[in-house]
């Protein structure tokens, strides 16, 4: 019998612990972090800065910003 319950951690990103993240989207994964935040469209030139930040994804809407090789 397995003790634990389908208890996922997604990455060590610190907003997967947070009761209330402040970004809707994980910048590491992409996981759902805080899905009462609203998605709003994001532009291309806010993906841009997300990338200069070195996020891999969007924490507004966790597009993937950053390929996998
Ligand atoms: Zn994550
Ligand atoms: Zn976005």
Same mark, same amino acid.
């Given at each position: 019998?397995?003790?634990? /319950? ?9 907003? *997967? ?22 998605? %709003?469209?994001?532009?291309? /030139?806010? *993906? %841009?800065? %997300? ?19």
């Amino acid at each position: 019998m397995m003790g634990r /319950s389908m208890q996922r951690t997604p990455c060590d990103n610190m907003n *997967h612990r947070r009761a209330n993240a402040p970004v809707g989207h994980c910048p590491q994964c992409g996981g759902v972090v805080n899905d009462h935040i609203r998605v %709003a469209p994001c532009s291309e /030139s806010n *993906h %841009a800065a %997300a990338r200069r930040h070195q996020s891999v994804f969007c924490v507004d809407c966790g597009l993937r910003l950053i390929l996998a090789r």
